[in-house]
T-cell receptor, first 111, second 117 residues
């Protein structure tokens, strides 16, 4: 089974802090994704990566950056956290067959 | 641009009754369509997908979905609902174009299914 792990289930940070969310997958998938999930808005794509050191902006990249130095690890960075970034963050990978596999999510609260 | 609509925020159904969760899409080209389920405090789990072929797709946990090209719909169905099916359901679409930006899935806003005992 594909396993996607995220470094934290719950995280509380203060406004202005730099926040790192880590995601690791064990299936050698090339494509990895970061989403945020908000009630009534579904999942919105922040960034994705289709190879090591390659990244593309999704629908809502503002205030975020990403890093993919190794194939199995995809990091989401909030450069200066703000209260409107309080959300559930989901990491996913994608298989060659097209379906995505999600991590358990990180619920981030910015005070 | 591709988009997905789930017109119902909430669906309630009695245990043992058939259930339908609706999804319509808008894309240029032939779509890849997906359903995912999210149980409380968990990530999304893949249920089923339509790529090509038979319009009726069978997936996990007894769910199925029917691709209807003329109505641009991909409704999720189950003949007999269980209380344990209560969860948040997401429909998603992707267009299989080679450009990088088209690798992404576009998700609907989600439908909360509640199966009443």
């Amino acid at each position: 089974d594909v396993k996607v792990t995220q470094s934290s289930r719950y995280l509380v940070k203060r406004t202005g802090e730099k926040v790192f969310l880590e995601c690791v997958q064990d299936m050698d998938h090339e494509n990895m994704f970061w989403y945020r999930q908000d009630p009534g808005l579904g999942l919105r794509l922040i960034y994705f990566s289709y190879d090591v050191k390659m990244k593309e902006k999704g629908d809502i990249p503002e205030g975020y950056s990403v890093s993919r130095e190794k194939k199995e690890r995809f990091s989401l960075i909030l450069e200066s956290a703000s209260t409107n970034q309080t959300s559930m963050y989901l990491c996913a990978t994608r298989s060659g067959a097209g379906e995505q596999f999600f991590g358990p999510g990180t619920r981030l609260t910015v005070l | 641009a591709q988009s997905v609509a789930q017109p119902e925020d909430q669906v309630n159904v009695a245990e043992g009754n058939p259930l339908t969760v609706k999804c319509t899409y808008s894309v240029s080209g032939n779509p890849y369509l997906f359903w995912y389920v999210q149980y409380p405090n968990r990530g999304l789990q893949f249920l089923l997908k339509y790529i090509t072929g038979d319009n009726l797709v069978k997936g996990s946990y007894g769910f199925e979905a029917e691709f209807n090209k003329s109505q641009t719909s991909f409704h999720l169905k189950k003949p007999s609902a269980l209380v344990s099916d209560s969860a948040l359901y997401f429909c998603a679409v992707r267009v299989p174009i080679s450009s990088g930006s088209a690798r992404q899935l576009t998700f609907g806003s989600g439908t909360q299914l509640t199966v009443l005992p």
